[in-house]
Protein backbone atom coordinates (compact mmCIF):
# COMPACT_ATOMS: atom_id res chain seq x y z
CA UNK A 1 0.00 0.00 0.00
CA UNK A 2 2.22 2.61 -1.00
CA UNK A 3 0.99 6.13 -1.13
CA UNK A 4 1.48 9.57 1.16
CA UNK A 5 -1.31 10.82 2.70
CA UNK A 6 -0.95 14.66 3.04
CA UNK A 7 -3.19 17.02 5.30
CA UNK A 8 -3.23 20.21 6.95
CA UNK A 9 -2.97 19.86 11.42
CA UNK A 10 -6.43 19.85 11.97
CA UNK A 11 -7.13 17.08 9.55
CA UNK A 12 -4.98 14.14 11.20
CA UNK A 13 -7.00 12.84 13.18
CA UNK A 14 -9.16 11.89 10.69
CA UNK A 15 -7.08 10.96 7.82
CA UNK A 16 -5.01 8.67 10.11
CA UNK A 17 -8.09 6.69 10.80
CA UNK A 18 -9.85 6.97 7.34
CA UNK A 19 -6.71 5.59 5.57
CA UNK A 20 -5.24 3.23 8.35
CA UNK A 21 -2.07 5.01 8.45
CA UNK A 22 0.47 3.80 11.18
CA UNK A 23 2.81 6.32 10.74
CA UNK A 24 2.92 9.70 10.34
CA UNK A 25 6.02 12.79 10.13
CA UNK A 26 4.90 16.13 11.49
CA UNK A 27 6.60 19.29 9.79
CA UNK A 28 5.59 21.94 13.00
CA UNK A 29 6.56 24.24 14.26
CA UNK A 30 8.80 23.84 17.81
CA UNK A 31 6.36 24.95 20.03
CA UNK A 32 3.17 24.18 18.41
CA UNK A 33 1.04 21.92 20.83
CA UNK A 34 -0.96 19.09 19.55
CA UNK A 35 -1.79 15.57 19.69
CA UNK A 36 -0.52 12.42 18.16
CA UNK A 37 -3.24 10.25 17.00
CA UNK A 38 -3.94 7.27 18.81
CA UNK A 39 -3.44 4.99 15.77
CA UNK A 40 -0.17 6.32 15.50
CA UNK A 41 2.55 4.79 17.66
CA UNK A 42 5.21 7.54 19.23
CA UNK A 43 8.13 5.37 17.56
CA UNK A 44 6.50 5.43 14.38
CA UNK A 45 5.58 9.17 14.36
CA UNK A 46 8.30 11.37 13.43
CA UNK A 47 8.33 15.48 14.06
CA UNK A 48 10.61 17.50 12.62
CA UNK A 49 10.46 20.79 14.20
CA UNK A 50 10.95 23.82 11.59
CA UNK A 51 8.83 27.12 10.81
CA UNK A 52 7.66 27.57 6.73
CA UNK A 53 10.27 29.33 5.92
CA UNK A 54 12.82 30.04 2.68
CA UNK A 55 15.44 31.70 4.90
CA UNK A 56 17.80 31.23 7.55
CA UNK A 57 15.68 31.28 10.65
CA UNK A 58 16.20 34.09 13.00
CA UNK A 59 15.24 35.08 16.48
CA UNK A 60 12.72 32.21 17.69
CA UNK A 61 11.88 31.00 13.67
CA UNK A 62 13.77 27.62 12.68
CA UNK A 63 14.24 27.04 9.06
CA UNK A 64 14.25 23.71 7.37
CA UNK A 65 17.72 22.01 7.76
CA UNK A 66 19.72 18.94 5.95
CA UNK A 67 19.26 17.51 9.57
CA UNK A 68 15.71 18.06 9.13
CA UNK A 69 15.84 16.47 5.45
CA UNK A 70 18.42 13.71 6.54
CA UNK A 71 15.70 12.13 9.24
CA UNK A 72 12.90 12.38 7.14
CA UNK A 73 14.86 10.47 4.57
CA UNK A 74 16.06 7.79 7.21
CA UNK A 75 12.87 7.93 8.53
CA UNK A 76 11.01 6.48 5.51
CA UNK A 77 13.72 4.61 4.09
CA UNK A 78 12.59 2.76 7.24
CA UNK A 79 8.88 2.45 6.38
CA UNK A 80 7.74 -0.84 5.32
CA UNK A 81 4.98 0.76 2.88
CA UNK A 82 2.26 -1.43 4.42
CA UNK A 83 0.03 1.38 5.29
CA UNK A 84 0.10 4.60 3.84
CA UNK A 85 1.95 7.25 5.70
CA UNK A 86 0.36 10.93 6.73
CA UNK A 87 2.37 13.85 6.57
CA UNK A 88 1.39 17.06 7.36
CA UNK A 89 2.07 20.36 8.69
CA UNK A 90 -0.04 23.42 9.56
CA UNK A 91 -2.21 24.09 6.67
CA UNK A 92 -1.02 21.28 4.28
CA UNK A 93 0.41 23.62 1.47
CA UNK A 94 4.13 23.98 1.68
CA UNK A 95 6.24 22.11 3.84
CA UNK A 96 3.74 18.84 4.01
CA UNK A 97 3.57 18.76 0.05
CA UNK A 98 7.51 19.51 -0.22
CA UNK A 99 8.08 15.93 2.32
CA UNK A 100 6.06 14.19 -0.07
CA UNK A 101 8.35 14.88 -2.75
CA UNK A 102 11.73 14.24 -0.81
CA UNK A 103 10.14 11.34 0.75
CA UNK A 104 8.82 9.50 -2.97
CA UNK A 105 12.20 10.08 -4.26
CA UNK A 106 14.01 9.15 -0.94
CA UNK A 107 12.25 6.04 -2.08
CA UNK A 108 11.91 5.45 -5.85
CA UNK A 109 15.38 7.75 -6.86
CA UNK A 110 14.87 6.65 -10.51
CA UNK A 111 11.71 8.24 -10.65
CA UNK A 112 11.09 11.38 -13.06
CA UNK A 113 11.59 14.60 -11.25
CA UNK A 114 8.98 16.35 -13.78
CA UNK A 115 6.60 13.49 -13.69
CA UNK A 116 6.57 13.78 -10.04
CA UNK A 117 5.79 17.28 -9.62
CA UNK A 118 3.37 17.27 -12.47
CA UNK A 119 1.50 14.40 -10.41
CA UNK A 120 1.65 16.28 -6.94
CA UNK A 121 -0.22 19.14 -8.85
CA UNK A 122 -2.78 16.76 -10.55
CA UNK A 123 -4.05 15.90 -7.45
CA UNK A 124 -2.89 19.08 -5.33
CA UNK A 125 -3.61 22.08 -7.20
CA UNK A 126 -3.34 23.92 -4.01
CA UNK A 127 0.70 22.99 -3.45
CA UNK A 128 3.56 25.53 -3.34
CA UNK A 129 5.76 23.32 -1.27
CA UNK A 130 8.63 24.77 0.61
CA UNK A 131 11.40 26.07 -2.05
CA UNK A 132 13.99 25.62 0.57
CA UNK A 133 13.16 22.01 1.94
CA UNK A 134 13.00 21.28 -1.90
CA UNK A 135 16.36 22.72 -2.72
CA UNK A 136 17.96 20.89 -0.04
CA UNK A 137 16.27 17.34 -0.53
CA UNK A 138 17.54 18.11 -4.31
CA UNK A 139 20.93 18.41 -2.98
CA UNK A 140 21.15 15.47 -0.67
CA UNK A 141 18.96 13.25 -3.30
CA UNK A 142 21.59 14.01 -5.85
CA UNK A 143 18.88 15.30 -8.15
CA UNK A 144 21.58 17.76 -9.59
CA UNK A 145 18.93 20.71 -10.03
CA UNK A 146 16.35 18.81 -11.80
CA UNK A 147 13.71 18.82 -8.41
CA UNK A 148 14.20 22.36 -8.11
CA UNK A 149 13.45 22.87 -11.57
CA UNK A 150 10.33 20.55 -11.67
CA UNK A 151 8.44 22.11 -8.50
CA UNK A 152 9.72 26.01 -9.53
CA UNK A 153 8.31 24.84 -13.05
CA UNK A 154 4.53 23.43 -11.64
CA UNK A 155 4.39 26.95 -9.77
CA UNK A 156 2.40 28.34 -7.20
CA UNK A 157 -0.10 26.90 -6.05
CA UNK A 158 -3.88 27.54 -6.01
CA UNK A 159 -5.25 29.49 -3.52
CA UNK A 160 -6.95 27.48 -0.54
CA UNK A 161 -8.69 27.68 3.02
CA UNK A 162 -6.48 25.05 4.33
CA UNK A 163 -8.60 22.22 4.01
CA UNK A 164 -7.25 20.47 1.38
CA UNK A 165 -6.16 17.06 2.12
CA UNK A 166 -5.03 14.81 -0.79
CA UNK A 167 -3.02 11.50 -1.80
CA UNK A 168 0.34 11.27 -3.43
CA UNK A 169 0.51 7.74 -5.25
CA UNK A 170 3.38 6.13 -5.54
CA UNK A 171 5.23 3.59 -7.76
CA UNK A 172 4.50 0.23 -7.43
CA UNK A 173 8.33 -1.24 -6.87
CA UNK A 174 9.31 -3.94 -10.05
CA UNK A 175 6.03 -2.80 -12.22
CA UNK A 176 7.93 0.37 -14.62
CA UNK A 177 5.68 3.18 -14.88
CA UNK A 178 2.49 1.85 -12.72
CA UNK A 179 1.75 3.47 -10.18
CA UNK A 180 -0.51 3.24 -6.53
CA UNK A 181 -3.42 5.32 -7.30
CA UNK A 182 -5.99 5.44 -4.13
CA UNK A 183 -8.12 3.19 -5.37
CA UNK A 184 -6.22 0.74 -6.27
CA UNK A 185 -5.70 0.68 -2.97
CA UNK A 186 -8.69 0.64 -1.51
CA UNK A 187 -8.97 4.42 -0.43
CA UNK A 188 -11.44 6.90 -1.54
CA UNK A 189 -10.39 9.23 -4.64
CA UNK A 190 -10.65 12.06 -1.77
CA UNK A 191 -8.69 12.10 0.73
Known amino acids: MTAIVVCPLANIAEMAVKHRAREMVSLIAEKQDFHRPGVIS ?33 FMRGWDQSAPILIHCWMGVSRSPAAAVIAALSLHPDEDDFALAARLRAVAPHATPNARLIEIGDRMLGRGGRLVAAVKGIGRGAETDGRASFILP ?22
Open 170 to 191: LKIPGQAGKLNFPNNLGLSLKA
Open 42 to 74: ADRHLKLAMNDIGFAGTGDLVAPSEAHVESLIA
